[in-house]
């Protein structure tokens, strides 16, 4: 991304806001592309039900829509890739 001049920051800190209550560092980011775009990388056998359930929370939480999780363990990108957006 860098190469190619896309904006991205790795371990971003991602404020959420719960109840009218600001959070500054509700979680951290894999990796925030351009603020549009969470990337959440994982290298596991299989994706399991609560990497999703974390992907849904983040997303609820945040202002940011659309989340990708990527299994770089997967034999192929196109299994290892899901995407959620809200």
Known sequence: MERAGIGFEREAAIP???RGEVIP??????IV???TVILE???VPTTLAAH???ILTYLRMSDIRI???LNFHAPRLAVG?????V
Do not use: C, P, S
């Not at 890739?81 to 957006?85: G, I, Q, S, T």
């Open 25 to 30: 560092l509700g979680f951290r980011a894999d």
């Open 67 to 69: 989340r990708l999780l």
């Open 41 to 43: 990388i994982k290298a």
């Open 81 to 85: 890739l899901k995407r959620f957006v």
């Open 52 to 54: 999703e359930a974390q």
């Open 16 to 18: 959420i806001n719960y």
């Open 33 to 35: 592309v351009m603020d």
